[in-house]
Protein backbone atom coordinates (compact mmCIF):
# COMPACT_ATOMS: atom_id res chain seq x y z
CA UNK A 1 0.00 0.00 0.00
CA UNK A 2 1.36 3.40 -0.50
CA UNK A 3 0.14 7.10 -0.17
CA UNK A 4 -0.27 9.36 -3.25
CA UNK A 5 1.94 12.03 -3.29
CA UNK A 6 -0.52 15.08 -3.53
CA UNK A 7 2.92 16.91 -6.03
CA UNK A 8 2.76 14.02 -8.26
CA UNK A 9 -0.59 14.39 -9.33
CA UNK A 10 -0.81 18.50 -10.13
CA UNK A 11 2.16 18.98 -11.74
CA UNK A 12 1.59 20.95 -14.76
CA UNK A 13 3.34 18.47 -17.43
CA UNK A 14 1.00 15.89 -16.38
CA UNK A 15 -1.83 17.91 -18.58
CA UNK A 16 -2.47 16.43 -21.83
CA UNK A 17 -3.10 17.85 -24.94
CA UNK A 18 -6.38 20.38 -25.57
CA UNK A 19 -8.41 18.15 -28.15
CA UNK A 20 -9.27 20.05 -31.61
CA UNK A 21 -12.32 22.40 -31.07
CA UNK A 22 -15.19 21.42 -32.86
CA UNK A 23 -16.56 23.13 -36.25
CA UNK A 24 -20.35 21.56 -35.81
CA UNK A 25 -22.83 20.13 -33.58
CA UNK A 26 -22.33 16.71 -36.04
CA UNK A 27 -21.24 13.51 -34.15
CA UNK A 28 -18.00 13.46 -36.77
CA UNK A 29 -17.03 17.05 -35.18
CA UNK A 30 -18.19 16.15 -31.64
CA UNK A 31 -17.39 12.41 -31.28
CA UNK A 32 -20.33 11.01 -29.43
CA UNK A 33 -24.10 11.87 -29.90
CA UNK A 34 -26.39 13.99 -28.06
CA UNK A 35 -28.51 11.62 -26.53
CA UNK A 36 -31.96 12.21 -25.51
CA UNK A 37 -33.25 11.08 -22.27
CA UNK A 38 -33.77 7.07 -21.32
CA UNK A 39 -37.20 6.13 -22.13
CA UNK A 40 -37.89 3.79 -19.19
CA UNK A 41 -41.05 2.04 -21.02
CA UNK A 42 -39.80 1.54 -24.27
CA UNK A 43 -40.15 -2.32 -24.73
CA UNK A 44 -36.84 -3.01 -26.34
CA UNK A 45 -35.33 -1.15 -23.18
CA UNK A 46 -37.86 -3.02 -20.77
CA UNK A 47 -36.38 -5.89 -21.89
CA UNK A 48 -32.96 -5.11 -22.66
CA UNK A 49 -32.77 -3.79 -18.90
CA UNK A 50 -34.78 -7.00 -17.35
CA UNK A 51 -31.81 -8.98 -19.06
CA UNK A 52 -29.07 -7.71 -17.78
CA UNK A 53 -29.97 -6.75 -14.19
CA UNK A 54 -30.68 -10.02 -14.31
CA UNK A 55 -27.07 -11.34 -15.33
CA UNK A 56 -25.63 -8.73 -12.94
CA UNK A 57 -26.93 -11.16 -10.49
CA UNK A 58 -24.88 -13.66 -11.85
CA UNK A 59 -21.98 -11.09 -11.86
CA UNK A 60 -21.90 -10.18 -8.66
CA UNK A 61 -22.51 -13.88 -7.50
CA UNK A 62 -19.90 -15.55 -9.32
CA UNK A 63 -17.37 -12.80 -11.54
CA UNK A 64 -17.03 -9.83 -8.84
CA UNK A 65 -14.84 -7.16 -10.27
CA UNK A 66 -13.24 -6.03 -7.24
CA UNK A 67 -11.30 -9.60 -6.62
CA UNK A 68 -9.80 -8.80 -9.33
CA UNK A 69 -8.86 -5.02 -8.65
CA UNK A 70 -7.93 -6.38 -5.57
CA UNK A 71 -4.67 -7.45 -7.44
CA UNK A 72 -3.83 -3.64 -8.29
CA UNK A 73 -1.65 -1.76 -5.73
CA UNK A 74 -3.57 0.14 -3.71
CA UNK A 75 -3.31 3.93 -2.22
CA UNK A 76 -4.76 6.50 0.36
CA UNK A 77 -5.11 9.40 -2.02
CA UNK A 78 -3.51 12.49 -0.40
CA UNK A 79 -4.51 15.67 -0.50
CA UNK A 80 -4.25 17.04 2.83
CA UNK A 81 -1.12 19.80 1.58
CA UNK A 82 -3.17 22.40 0.74
CA UNK A 83 -4.61 24.89 3.42
CA UNK A 84 -8.06 24.90 2.07
CA UNK A 85 -9.45 22.14 -0.28
CA UNK A 86 -12.78 22.64 -2.62
CA UNK A 87 -14.49 19.56 -3.16
CA UNK A 88 -17.64 18.32 -6.08
CA UNK A 89 -20.10 16.17 -5.77
CA UNK A 90 -22.83 14.98 -7.93
CA UNK A 91 -24.34 11.48 -8.78
CA UNK A 92 -26.72 10.13 -10.83
CA UNK A 93 -25.72 10.98 -14.21
CA UNK A 94 -24.97 10.12 -17.93
CA UNK A 95 -28.59 10.12 -18.76
CA UNK A 96 -30.02 12.60 -21.18
CA UNK A 97 -27.78 15.11 -22.84
CA UNK A 98 -29.18 18.54 -21.76
CA UNK A 99 -29.33 17.58 -18.04
CA UNK A 100 -26.11 15.60 -17.69
CA UNK A 101 -24.18 18.66 -20.07
CA UNK A 102 -26.09 20.95 -18.04
CA UNK A 103 -24.61 19.75 -14.83
CA UNK A 104 -21.39 19.18 -16.30
CA UNK A 105 -21.24 23.08 -17.27
CA UNK A 106 -21.29 24.25 -13.73
CA UNK A 107 -18.81 21.91 -12.70
CA UNK A 108 -16.56 22.70 -15.15
CA UNK A 109 -17.08 26.54 -14.29
CA UNK A 110 -13.64 28.29 -12.78
CA UNK A 111 -16.35 30.05 -9.83
CA UNK A 112 -19.44 29.84 -9.29
CA UNK A 113 -21.35 33.16 -7.52
CA UNK A 114 -24.49 31.64 -4.78
CA UNK A 115 -26.38 34.24 -3.37
CA UNK A 116 -27.91 33.92 0.11
CA UNK A 117 -29.96 35.51 2.34
CA UNK A 118 -27.43 37.62 4.28
CA UNK A 119 -24.43 37.08 1.96
CA UNK A 120 -22.49 36.20 -1.65
CA UNK A 121 -20.50 33.22 -1.82
CA UNK A 122 -18.26 32.63 -4.01
CA UNK A 123 -16.95 29.09 -4.39
CA UNK A 124 -14.46 27.41 -6.83
CA UNK A 125 -13.96 24.60 -9.30
CA UNK A 126 -13.08 21.24 -6.65
CA UNK A 127 -9.81 20.27 -6.52
CA UNK A 128 -11.14 16.91 -6.65
CA UNK A 129 -14.64 15.87 -8.12
CA UNK A 130 -16.09 12.49 -6.56
CA UNK A 131 -18.99 10.90 -8.49
CA UNK A 132 -21.21 9.09 -6.25
CA UNK A 133 -22.55 6.03 -8.67
CA UNK A 134 -24.48 5.74 -11.73
CA UNK A 135 -22.45 7.19 -14.00
CA UNK A 136 -24.46 5.84 -17.22
CA UNK A 137 -27.95 5.23 -17.97
CA UNK A 138 -29.55 2.74 -18.92
CA UNK A 139 -26.65 0.43 -18.97
CA UNK A 140 -23.25 0.37 -18.62
CA UNK A 141 -21.96 -0.26 -22.69
CA UNK A 142 -19.11 1.32 -23.44
CA UNK A 143 -21.20 3.17 -26.59
CA UNK A 144 -23.30 4.95 -23.35
CA UNK A 145 -20.41 5.49 -21.40
CA UNK A 146 -19.26 7.45 -25.38
CA UNK A 147 -22.38 9.28 -25.55
CA UNK A 148 -23.77 9.94 -22.16
CA UNK A 149 -20.81 10.41 -19.90
CA UNK A 150 -17.46 11.12 -21.39
CA UNK A 151 -18.99 13.05 -24.18
CA UNK A 152 -20.89 15.56 -21.99
CA UNK A 153 -18.07 15.62 -19.80
CA UNK A 154 -15.00 16.04 -22.15
CA UNK A 155 -17.29 19.01 -23.94
CA UNK A 156 -17.25 20.85 -20.65
CA UNK A 157 -13.94 21.20 -19.96
CA UNK A 158 -11.92 19.53 -22.57
CA UNK A 159 -8.81 20.09 -21.03
CA UNK A 160 -6.77 22.20 -18.09
CA UNK A 161 -3.37 23.83 -17.88
CA UNK A 162 -1.38 23.91 -15.06
CA UNK A 163 -2.62 22.25 -11.91
CA UNK A 164 -5.79 19.93 -12.90
CA UNK A 165 -8.72 18.27 -10.69
CA UNK A 166 -8.71 14.59 -9.92
CA UNK A 167 -11.83 12.79 -10.25
CA UNK A 168 -12.78 9.58 -8.32
CA UNK A 169 -16.03 7.76 -8.72
CA UNK A 170 -17.85 5.09 -7.03
CA UNK A 171 -20.28 2.38 -8.97
CA UNK A 172 -23.97 2.56 -8.47
CA UNK A 173 -26.99 -0.33 -9.33
CA UNK A 174 -26.28 0.46 -13.11
CA UNK A 175 -22.67 0.64 -12.94
CA UNK A 176 -22.51 -2.68 -12.03
CA UNK A 177 -24.81 -4.39 -14.59
CA UNK A 178 -21.69 -5.30 -16.43
CA UNK A 179 -19.65 -6.32 -13.80
CA UNK A 180 -17.71 -3.66 -13.39
CA UNK A 181 -16.02 -4.32 -16.88
CA UNK A 182 -16.70 -0.60 -18.19
CA UNK A 183 -16.41 1.05 -14.95
CA UNK A 184 -12.93 -0.55 -14.20
CA UNK A 185 -11.59 0.96 -18.16
CA UNK A 186 -13.67 4.21 -17.39
CA UNK A 187 -12.13 4.71 -14.10
CA UNK A 188 -9.37 2.87 -13.10
CA UNK A 189 -7.05 3.40 -15.81
CA UNK A 190 -5.85 6.64 -15.06
CA UNK A 191 -7.67 8.09 -17.24
CA UNK A 192 -8.06 11.78 -18.75
CA UNK A 193 -11.28 13.04 -18.70
CA UNK A 194 -11.44 16.30 -20.60
CA UNK A 195 -9.70 18.01 -17.93
CA UNK A 196 -10.28 15.89 -14.70
CA UNK A 197 -8.12 12.39 -14.84
CA UNK A 198 -8.73 9.75 -12.92
CA UNK A 199 -6.70 7.72 -10.27
CA UNK A 200 -8.04 5.10 -8.61
CA UNK A 201 -7.31 1.55 -9.13
CA UNK A 202 -10.53 0.22 -7.72
CA UNK A 203 -13.86 0.55 -7.69
CA UNK A 204 -13.81 2.22 -3.67
CA UNK A 205 -11.00 4.76 -2.49
CA UNK A 206 -10.44 7.03 0.42
CA UNK A 207 -8.86 10.74 0.16
CA UNK A 208 -7.01 12.43 2.84
CA UNK A 209 -8.20 16.14 3.33
CA UNK A 210 -6.58 18.80 5.07
CA UNK A 211 -7.31 19.35 8.39
CA UNK A 212 -8.16 16.21 9.60
CA UNK A 213 -10.70 15.37 7.88
CA UNK A 214 -11.28 11.99 5.61
CA UNK A 215 -13.54 11.42 1.92
CA UNK A 216 -14.16 7.51 1.90
CA UNK A 217 -16.14 6.03 -1.03
CA UNK A 218 -17.33 3.07 -0.36
CA UNK A 219 -18.69 0.81 -2.95
CA UNK A 220 -21.42 -1.82 -1.36
CA UNK A 221 -22.30 -3.03 -4.89
CA UNK A 222 -26.22 -3.86 -4.97
CA UNK A 223 -26.55 -2.51 -0.96
CA UNK A 224 -25.62 -5.59 0.38
CA UNK A 225 -22.60 -6.81 0.19
CA UNK A 226 -18.99 -4.55 0.97
CA UNK A 227 -16.31 -7.34 0.07
CA UNK A 228 -13.32 -8.67 2.05
CA UNK A 229 -10.42 -7.01 -0.23
CA UNK A 230 -12.48 -3.44 0.83
CA UNK A 231 -13.15 -4.38 3.89
CA UNK A 232 -9.23 -4.82 4.59
CA UNK A 233 -8.18 -1.79 2.38
CA UNK A 234 -9.90 0.17 4.81
CA UNK A 235 -9.57 -1.29 8.24
CA UNK A 236 -5.84 -1.62 7.80
CA UNK A 237 -4.36 0.23 5.03
CA UNK A 238 -6.64 3.32 5.12
CA UNK A 239 -7.27 2.98 9.33
CA UNK A 240 -3.55 2.95 9.86
CA UNK A 241 -3.23 6.64 9.06
CA UNK A 242 -6.70 7.72 10.74
CA UNK A 243 -6.01 9.62 13.98
CA UNK A 244 -8.53 10.04 17.24
CA UNK A 245 -10.72 13.20 16.47
CA UNK A 246 -10.66 13.08 12.69
CA UNK A 247 -13.91 13.27 10.39
CA UNK A 248 -14.83 11.52 7.64
CA UNK A 249 -17.11 11.89 4.95
CA UNK A 250 -18.40 8.74 3.92
CA UNK A 251 -20.09 8.07 0.41
CA UNK A 252 -22.10 5.29 -0.76
CA UNK A 253 -24.34 5.24 -3.83
CA UNK A 254 -27.39 3.58 -1.67
CA UNK A 255 -30.35 6.35 -0.77
CA UNK A 256 -31.71 5.25 2.58
CA UNK A 257 -35.10 6.83 2.74
CA UNK A 258 -37.73 5.93 -0.12
CA UNK A 259 -41.23 6.17 0.83
CA UNK A 260 -43.15 6.84 4.14
CA UNK A 261 -44.19 3.49 3.73
CA UNK A 262 -41.78 1.58 3.13
CA UNK A 263 -38.42 3.38 4.19
CA UNK A 264 -35.05 1.17 3.74
CA UNK A 265 -33.13 1.19 6.70
CA UNK A 266 -30.12 0.68 4.98
CA UNK A 267 -28.06 0.64 8.25
CA UNK A 268 -27.34 -3.41 8.71
CA UNK A 269 -24.24 -3.53 5.91
CA UNK A 270 -22.79 0.23 6.84
CA UNK A 271 -23.32 -0.26 10.82
CA UNK A 272 -21.22 -3.35 10.45
CA UNK A 273 -18.38 -1.32 8.39
CA UNK A 274 -18.99 1.91 10.82
CA UNK A 275 -18.77 -0.80 13.49
CA UNK A 276 -16.19 -2.96 12.91
CA UNK A 277 -13.68 -0.38 10.46
CA UNK A 278 -14.84 3.04 11.72
CA UNK A 279 -15.37 2.77 15.48
CA UNK A 280 -11.80 1.35 15.88
CA UNK A 281 -10.18 4.11 14.79
CA UNK A 282 -11.90 7.09 16.94
CA UNK A 283 -12.72 8.87 13.63
CA UNK A 284 -16.20 10.01 13.34
CA UNK A 285 -18.31 10.07 10.42
CA UNK A 286 -19.89 13.39 10.21
CA UNK A 287 -21.24 13.54 7.57
CA UNK A 288 -22.81 10.38 5.38
CA UNK A 289 -23.98 11.69 1.15
CA UNK A 290 -25.87 9.17 -0.76
CA UNK A 291 -27.15 8.48 -4.20
CA UNK A 292 -29.55 6.24 -6.17
CA UNK A 293 -32.64 8.92 -5.96
CA UNK A 294 -32.75 11.68 -8.27
CA UNK A 295 -33.25 14.61 -6.20
CA UNK A 296 -32.44 16.41 -3.22
CA UNK A 297 -32.84 16.02 0.48
CA UNK A 298 -30.68 16.56 3.99
CA UNK A 299 -31.40 15.08 6.86
CA UNK A 300 -29.76 15.82 10.15
CA UNK A 301 -29.60 14.19 13.50
CA UNK A 302 -31.86 16.80 16.22
CA UNK A 303 -28.94 15.78 19.04
CA UNK A 304 -26.23 14.78 17.12
CA UNK A 305 -23.54 16.44 14.62
CA UNK A 306 -24.41 13.94 12.05
CA UNK A 307 -25.58 15.47 8.30
CA UNK A 308 -27.44 12.49 5.66
CA UNK A 309 -27.54 14.00 2.44
CA UNK A 310 -29.02 12.49 -0.69
CA UNK A 311 -27.53 14.32 -3.94
CA UNK A 312 -28.86 12.54 -6.65
CA UNK A 313 -29.24 15.60 -9.27
CA UNK A 314 -26.36 14.78 -11.71
CA UNK A 315 -28.75 14.35 -14.78
CA UNK A 316 -30.91 11.16 -14.66
CA UNK A 317 -34.73 11.77 -14.33
CA UNK A 318 -36.38 12.82 -11.48
CA UNK A 319 -37.47 11.30 -8.25
CA UNK A 320 -39.89 12.77 -5.93
CA UNK A 321 -39.78 14.29 -2.34
CA UNK A 322 -43.39 14.35 -1.25
CA UNK A 323 -43.00 10.49 0.21
CA UNK A 324 -39.73 10.67 1.82
CA UNK A 325 -40.20 10.55 5.71
CA UNK A 326 -40.43 13.63 8.20
CA UNK A 327 -38.32 11.30 10.52
CA UNK A 328 -35.92 8.70 9.42
CA UNK A 329 -34.18 6.21 11.64
CA UNK A 330 -30.86 4.45 10.60
CA UNK A 331 -28.66 1.86 11.96
CA UNK A 332 -29.48 -1.20 14.65
CA UNK A 333 -29.07 -1.51 17.76
CA UNK A 334 -27.37 0.68 20.33
CA UNK A 335 -26.30 2.46 16.91
CA UNK A 336 -29.47 3.40 15.70
CA UNK A 337 -29.77 7.32 15.11
CA UNK A 338 -32.74 9.40 14.19
CA UNK A 339 -32.18 12.20 11.96
CA UNK A 340 -35.11 14.75 10.74
CA UNK A 341 -35.41 15.71 7.55
CA UNK A 342 -34.52 19.44 7.32
CA UNK A 343 -34.62 20.00 3.17
CA UNK A 344 -35.28 18.67 -0.04
CA UNK A 345 -35.64 20.00 -3.63
CA UNK A 346 -37.57 19.79 -5.68
CA UNK A 347 -40.15 21.39 -2.86
CA UNK A 348 -42.83 18.69 -1.41
CA UNK A 349 -45.48 20.72 -3.24
CA UNK A 350 -43.79 20.62 -6.48
CA UNK A 351 -42.62 17.45 -6.73
CA UNK A 352 -46.72 16.14 -5.69
CA UNK A 353 -47.67 18.84 -8.76
CA UNK A 354 -45.34 17.29 -11.43
CA UNK A 355 -47.38 13.67 -11.01
CA UNK A 356 -50.60 14.87 -13.03
CA UNK A 357 -48.32 14.58 -15.75
CA UNK A 358 -48.65 10.52 -15.48
CA UNK A 359 -51.99 11.47 -17.39
CA UNK A 360 -49.80 12.27 -20.85
CA UNK A 361 -48.31 8.83 -20.82
CA UNK A 362 -49.65 7.46 -23.59
CA UNK A 363 -48.65 10.17 -25.69
CA UNK A 364 -44.80 10.55 -23.65
CA UNK A 365 -44.31 6.98 -24.95
CA UNK A 366 -46.19 5.92 -28.06
CA UNK A 367 -43.62 3.10 -28.18
CA UNK A 368 -45.35 1.39 -24.94
CA UNK A 369 -49.01 2.28 -26.31
CA UNK A 370 -47.97 0.68 -29.63
CA UNK A 371 -46.26 -2.68 -27.60
CA UNK A 372 -49.75 -2.70 -25.86
CA UNK A 373 -51.90 -2.82 -29.08
CA UNK A 374 -49.95 -5.44 -30.56
CA UNK A 375 -50.51 -7.62 -27.24
CA UNK A 376 -54.38 -6.92 -27.79
CA UNK A 377 -54.37 -8.07 -31.74
CA UNK A 378 -52.36 -11.62 -30.55
CA UNK A 379 -54.78 -12.33 -27.86
CA UNK A 380 -57.84 -11.52 -30.53
CA UNK A 381 -56.49 -14.21 -32.57
CA UNK A 382 -55.25 -16.61 -29.76
CA UNK A 383 -58.93 -15.77 -29.12
CA UNK A 384 -59.99 -16.66 -32.93
CA UNK A 385 -61.91 -13.86 -33.23
CA UNK A 386 -61.06 -14.02 -36.72
CA UNK A 387 -63.35 -16.83 -37.26
CA UNK A 388 -66.48 -16.33 -39.33
CA UNK A 389 -66.98 -13.00 -38.10
CA UNK A 390 -66.61 -14.14 -34.32
CA UNK A 391 -65.50 -10.92 -34.08
CA UNK A 392 -68.84 -8.51 -34.78
CA UNK A 393 -71.29 -7.84 -31.63
CA UNK A 394 -69.04 -9.08 -29.05
CA UNK A 395 -70.44 -10.05 -25.92
CA UNK A 396 -68.37 -10.28 -22.30
CA UNK A 397 -70.35 -13.80 -22.86
CA UNK A 398 -69.40 -14.45 -26.00
CA UNK A 399 -65.50 -13.29 -24.95
CA UNK A 400 -65.78 -16.41 -22.08
CA UNK A 401 -67.36 -19.23 -24.40
CA UNK A 402 -64.20 -17.63 -27.01
CA UNK A 403 -61.39 -18.47 -23.96
CA UNK A 404 -62.78 -21.99 -23.50
CA UNK A 405 -63.39 -22.89 -26.98
CA UNK A 406 -59.76 -21.27 -28.20
CA UNK A 407 -57.14 -23.55 -29.33
CA UNK A 408 -54.90 -22.17 -26.99
CA UNK A 409 -56.88 -21.94 -24.22
CA UNK A 410 -54.41 -23.56 -22.16
CA UNK A 411 -52.49 -20.85 -22.79
CA UNK A 412 -54.64 -18.20 -22.11
CA UNK A 413 -55.52 -19.59 -18.25
CA UNK A 414 -51.56 -19.48 -17.98
CA UNK A 415 -50.79 -16.20 -19.38
CA UNK A 416 -53.92 -14.78 -17.07
CA UNK A 417 -52.05 -16.59 -14.12
CA UNK A 418 -48.59 -14.88 -14.88
CA UNK A 419 -50.51 -11.77 -15.14
CA UNK A 420 -51.74 -11.64 -11.95
CA UNK A 421 -48.24 -12.96 -10.53
CA UNK A 422 -46.50 -10.08 -12.23
CA UNK A 423 -49.08 -7.42 -11.06
CA UNK A 424 -48.53 -8.82 -7.62
CA UNK A 425 -44.21 -8.58 -8.00
CA UNK A 426 -45.18 -5.06 -9.70
CA UNK A 427 -45.97 -4.20 -6.86
CA UNK A 428 -43.23 -4.46 -4.52
CA UNK A 429 -43.16 -1.63 -2.48
CA UNK A 430 -45.76 -2.99 -0.80
CA UNK A 431 -45.96 -6.14 1.62
CA UNK A 432 -47.94 -9.00 2.53
CA UNK A 433 -51.47 -8.54 2.15
CA UNK A 434 -51.73 -5.08 0.66
CA UNK A 435 -49.02 -6.09 -2.14
CA UNK A 436 -51.33 -9.17 -2.79
CA UNK A 437 -54.60 -6.66 -2.74
CA UNK A 438 -52.75 -4.30 -4.94
CA UNK A 439 -51.76 -6.76 -7.60
CA UNK A 440 -55.29 -8.29 -8.13
CA UNK A 441 -56.55 -4.84 -8.17
CA UNK A 442 -54.31 -3.96 -10.90
CA UNK A 443 -54.65 -7.25 -12.85
CA UNK A 444 -58.50 -6.92 -12.81
CA UNK A 445 -58.83 -3.28 -14.10
CA UNK A 446 -56.09 -4.50 -16.92
CA UNK A 447 -58.35 -7.62 -17.64
CA UNK A 448 -61.58 -4.94 -17.86
CA UNK A 449 -60.19 -2.91 -19.72
CA UNK A 450 -58.72 -5.17 -22.07
CA UNK A 451 -62.78 -6.67 -22.41
CA UNK A 452 -64.44 -3.41 -22.57
CA UNK A 453 -61.52 -2.51 -25.66
CA UNK A 454 -62.55 -5.61 -27.66
CA UNK A 455 -66.23 -5.49 -27.29
CA UNK A 456 -66.25 -0.80 -28.07
CA UNK A 457 -64.24 -2.09 -30.92
CA UNK A 458 -66.50 -4.83 -31.88
CA UNK A 459 -69.49 -2.62 -31.73
CA UNK A 460 -67.48 0.35 -34.09
CA UNK A 461 -66.30 -2.00 -36.65
CA UNK A 462 -70.14 -3.46 -36.98
CA UNK A 463 -71.63 -0.04 -36.98
CA UNK A 464 -69.74 0.53 -40.68
CA UNK A 465 -71.91 -1.78 -41.99
CA UNK A 466 -68.84 -4.13 -43.22
CA UNK A 467 -68.21 -7.67 -43.22
CA UNK A 468 -65.70 -10.22 -43.47
CA UNK A 469 -62.26 -8.89 -44.39
CA UNK A 470 -62.73 -5.34 -44.18
CA UNK A 471 -64.39 -5.65 -41.13
CA UNK A 472 -61.73 -7.43 -39.29
CA UNK A 473 -59.22 -4.84 -40.27
CA UNK A 474 -61.15 -2.60 -39.00
CA UNK A 475 -61.74 -4.42 -35.77
CA UNK A 476 -58.03 -5.35 -35.45
CA UNK A 477 -56.94 -1.79 -35.91
CA UNK A 478 -59.14 -0.57 -33.60
CA UNK A 479 -57.70 -3.09 -30.95
CA UNK A 480 -54.52 -1.67 -31.31
CA UNK A 481 -55.27 2.10 -31.34
CA UNK A 482 -57.89 2.06 -28.87
CA UNK A 483 -56.51 -0.40 -26.83
CA UNK A 484 -52.90 0.53 -26.86
CA UNK A 485 -54.06 4.20 -25.70
CA UNK A 486 -56.42 2.63 -23.10
CA UNK A 487 -53.94 0.11 -21.81
CA UNK A 488 -50.65 2.67 -21.11
CA UNK A 489 -54.05 5.09 -19.52
CA UNK A 490 -54.65 2.72 -17.30
CA UNK A 491 -51.08 2.05 -15.97
CA UNK A 492 -50.81 5.64 -15.93
CA UNK A 493 -54.19 5.80 -13.45
CA UNK A 494 -52.96 2.76 -11.23
CA UNK A 495 -49.38 4.80 -10.65
CA UNK A 496 -51.01 7.95 -9.89
CA UNK A 497 -53.71 6.36 -7.13
CA UNK A 498 -50.65 4.07 -5.60
CA UNK A 499 -48.46 6.80 -5.57
CA UNK A 500 -51.19 8.75 -4.05
CA UNK A 501 -51.12 5.81 -1.73
CA UNK A 502 -47.34 6.46 -1.26
CA UNK A 503 -46.08 3.30 -3.71
CA UNK A 504 -44.06 3.41 -6.96
CA UNK A 505 -42.20 6.31 -6.92
CA UNK A 506 -39.57 5.01 -9.01
CA UNK A 507 -42.25 3.24 -11.32
CA UNK A 508 -44.48 6.82 -11.26
CA UNK A 509 -41.58 9.36 -12.19
CA UNK A 510 -39.02 7.52 -14.62
CA UNK A 511 -41.82 7.17 -17.22
CA UNK A 512 -42.04 11.18 -16.78
CA UNK A 513 -38.23 12.06 -17.72
CA UNK A 514 -38.01 14.85 -15.69
CA UNK A 515 -35.18 16.76 -16.63
CA UNK A 516 -35.19 19.72 -14.70
CA UNK A 517 -34.61 20.13 -10.90
CA UNK A 518 -30.91 19.03 -11.23
CA UNK A 519 -28.55 19.53 -8.53
CA UNK A 520 -24.68 19.00 -7.17
CA UNK A 521 -22.36 19.83 -3.92
CA UNK A 522 -19.73 21.98 -3.40
CA UNK A 523 -18.00 21.29 -0.40
CA UNK A 524 -14.67 23.69 1.19
CA UNK A 525 -12.62 22.99 3.80
CA UNK A 526 -11.38 26.23 5.17
CA UNK A 527 -7.67 27.05 6.65
CA UNK A 528 -9.80 26.70 10.03
CA UNK A 529 -10.76 23.10 9.63
CA UNK A 530 -14.79 23.86 9.27
CA UNK A 531 -16.91 22.01 6.68
CA UNK A 532 -19.32 24.00 4.40
CA UNK A 533 -21.74 22.28 1.76
CA UNK A 534 -23.14 24.70 -0.41
CA UNK A 535 -26.32 22.28 -2.54
CA UNK A 536 -26.17 23.83 -5.88
CA UNK A 537 -29.81 23.77 -7.78
CA UNK A 538 -30.38 24.63 -11.38
CA UNK A 539 -34.66 24.87 -11.72
CA UNK A 540 -34.43 24.36 -15.29
CA UNK A 541 -32.00 23.16 -17.74
CA UNK A 542 -30.58 24.23 -21.09
CA UNK A 543 -32.37 22.81 -24.12
CA UNK A 544 -30.74 25.16 -26.84
CA UNK A 545 -26.62 25.30 -27.68
CA UNK A 546 -24.94 26.36 -29.77
CA UNK A 547 -21.03 25.98 -30.25
CA UNK A 548 -19.21 28.21 -27.86
CA UNK A 549 -17.36 31.93 -28.73
CA UNK A 550 -14.48 31.45 -27.03
CA UNK A 551 -12.12 30.32 -28.42
CA UNK A 552 -9.41 28.80 -26.00
CA UNK A 553 -8.43 25.52 -25.63
CA UNK A 554 -9.81 24.87 -22.33
CA UNK A 555 -13.07 26.42 -23.07
CA UNK A 556 -16.44 23.98 -23.20
CA UNK A 557 -17.35 23.88 -27.16
CA UNK A 558 -21.07 24.48 -26.28
CA UNK A 559 -22.91 27.27 -24.96
CA UNK A 560 -26.73 28.23 -24.45
CA UNK A 561 -28.11 30.20 -26.93
CA UNK A 562 -30.11 32.31 -24.84
CA UNK A 563 -29.61 33.17 -21.55
CA UNK A 564 -26.78 31.48 -19.31
CA UNK A 565 -27.22 28.80 -16.81
CA UNK A 566 -29.09 29.86 -13.47
CA UNK A 567 -28.17 28.25 -10.64
CA UNK A 568 -29.28 29.10 -6.68
CA UNK A 569 -28.36 27.65 -3.77
CA UNK A 570 -30.94 25.39 -2.54
CA UNK A 571 -30.50 26.27 1.22
CA UNK A 572 -28.14 27.98 3.32
CA UNK A 573 -24.70 26.70 3.17
CA UNK A 574 -24.09 23.65 6.27
CA UNK A 575 -21.75 24.17 8.01
CA UNK A 576 -20.31 21.87 9.73
CA UNK A 577 -17.74 23.17 12.42
CA UNK A 578 -14.70 21.41 14.37
Not at 22 to 47: A, H
Not at 357 to 385: D, E, K, Q, T
Request: a negative charge; one cysteine or more.
Amino acid sequence: MTTSDPDHRHQAGEAHECPERPSSLERSELGFVRQPMVRWLNPRQLVDTAARAGLSGIFGAYADKREMQALAASEVYDQSDAAELWLDYVADLGDGWDPTYTVARLLAADKIELQSEKETHVTQRGRVLVMGGDQVYPVPKRSEYDNRFLGPYRAALPCAHGEHALLFAIPGTHDWYDGLVNFDSVFCRENWIGGWRTRQSRSYFAIKLPRRWWLWGVDIQFGDLIDKAQLHYFSHEVASQVEPGDRIVLCTADAPATTQSNPQDGGGNLDYFERQVIQPTGAEIVLHVTSGLHHYCRYQEPNGSRQLITAGGGGAFLHPTHQLPENLEMGTGERRRSYQREATYPSVAESKRMRKRLWLLPFRNPAFSAFLGIINVLLAFMLSLQLDDAHLEISVGDLGQALWRSPTAFLLMLLLVMVFGGMVRFAHDAGGASRLLLGLVHASLQLASLTGVMIVSSRLSSAFGLEGLPSLIVFLALLALVGGFVGALGLAGYLWATNCLGFHANETYAPLRVMDFKSFLRLHIDAEGNLTVFPIGIDRVCHRWRLSRDPAPEAPWLEPEEDGLKNHLIEAPVRIGQ
